[in-house]
């Protein structure tokens, strides 16, 4: 089975989307409110998920909305050095850590919501699926930041090195690393 993100096919996908970005962009720019929302429908769910992967659990919907209007805002500062969607990554990891510090300051004390707790299941499949679900969860918990953020945007965004590098911060080469020590940390905790 072919790897897409070697094999060259998922590219061309990668710049007619970055293209069709740019596109939207320069509507915008031009006063067409509809581009703005075309580039929401287009990004926000990768957006969400990266989010959820990255230990956000309760306002990704306005962590996404905040990603948004300040990319909305700074657009004039994006250089299309990255694709479009690599950019609102960065933006959106700038505001989690934003967030995390914030968060630190303000409380120390981790609340239990509701929907936390599981109380029943409907067959077997559901169990399995939980039990399947919390290691998985468990195994990313322990990873570090870096390699929670890499192996999420590798694994559920599907994105390149270099593009997973520019919206962490790091190299390309420091990038495949973490997501080695992430794969490998992961397997090994799944294995015990």
């Known amino acids: 089975m072919s790897d897409p993100a070697r094999d060259g096919s998922s590219d061309i996908r990668r710049d007619a989307d970055d293209g069709q970005d740019l596109?939207?962009?320069?509507?915008?720019?031009?006063?067409?409110?509809?581009?703005?929302?075309?580039?929401?429908?287009?990004?926000?769910?990768?957006?969400?998920?990266?989010?959820?992967?990255?230990?956000?659990?309760?306002?990704?919907?306005?962590?996404?909305?905040?990603?948004?209007?300040r990319a909305f805002n700074s657009l004039d500062g994006f250089r299309g050095e990255?694709?479009?969607?690599?950019?609102?990554?960065?933006?959106e990891r700038r505001l989690l850590v934003d967030r995390r510090r914030a968060e630190k300051r303000r409380r120390d004390r981790v609340e239990i919501q509701e929907d936390d707790a599981s109380t029943e299941y409907d067959a077997l499949d559901g169990v399995v699926a939980s039990e399947t679900e919390r290691r998985m969860r468990q195994a990313v918990n322990r990873l570090s930041p870096?390699?929670?953020?890499?192996?999420?945007?590798?694994?559920?965004?599907?994105?390149?090195?270099?593009?997973?590098?520019?919206?962490v911060g790091t190299t390309e080469g420091a990038a495949r690393v973490h997501y080695h020590n992430a794969m490998r940390a992961v397997k090994e905790f799944l294995d015990e």
């Open 23 to 69: 596109e939207l962009i320069a509507k915008w720019q031009a006063g067409d409110q509809r581009a703005a929302s075309a580039l929401v429908a287009r990004h926000a769910s990768a957006l969400a998920r990266f989010a959820v992967a990255s230990g956000e659990r309760n306002e990704v919907d306005e962590l996404v909305q905040d990603t948004f209007v």
């Open 146 to 167: 870096t390699q929670k953020e890499v192996f999420s945007l590798r694994v559920a965004e599907g994105l390149s090195y270099k593009e997973i590098a520019a919206a």
């Open 82 to 91: 990255s694709s479009f969607r690599t950019w609102l990554f960065t933006i």
